[in-house]
């Protein structure tokens, strides 16, 4: 005769009703709209591309053995910076237009309220958090004040990377070109030439690495000892709260 007790019960088939209703509730705040979301990704994307392949352009691999006609490593290594380059710059216009049309939170990487008293004061509680000298950090149904800070010097540095990028693509399609004359023309001169901005640019990718590693380290982290989520909050849009 088989065990029929609950737990039993539990145990072969995983469904536990009681433990369900014992357990600690968690709410659901809708955040991030499904554009933010994309453009996330898609950001991401192209910065990985465009961090390795900006990589070796500035450290060449090795010479290719045989004709030069047989190789084109770095001709595709180009193609696919430039490529991930043109994705990353549609994808700040298209949410730069988000910012008008979305809801609130798409405001948030746009806009910083330094003039807060109360913005400051969440900025420290968020410091003293990352010190492990308070046990949690406030409930933020947007990103955190730090993050949001964060966030606003990651658009400034995406904006001199676009613009710095676009002024070395310029040189290489020469004069008359678009990029050349949008950005080239102006840009090489105003920061001395064009050695300058390739160091610049080479300066400002570093910059974005290690914005790259802080942020996801201090989103999984959250994510853990936080008890709100982070990660899935980008899939999904919503950010849950763990009681």
Known sequence: MSATTPQAIS????TDESAVAQAASIKSVYVYQAPVRVW???NALSLVVLCLTGYFIGSP????PGEASANYLMGYI???????????AVGLLGRLYWAFVGNHHARELFTLPVFSGAYWREVLT???WYAFLIPLP?????HNPLARGAMFGFLFLSVFMAFTGFALYGEGTQAGSW???LFSSWLIPLMGQSQDVHTWHHLGMWGVVIFVVLHVYAAIREDIMGRQSMVSTMISGYRTFKN
């Open 126 to 128: 968020m410091l003293k």
């Open 11 to 14: 145990d072969a088939t995983g």
């Open 138 to 142: 406030s409930r933020y149904v947007g």
């Open 40 to 42: 996330h990704w898609v």
């Open 179 to 181: 990029a050349n004359r």
């Open 78 to 88: 180009r193609f696919a910076h430039f490529a991930a380059g043109y994705v990353f």
């Open 61 to 64: 691999p090795p010479t290719q």
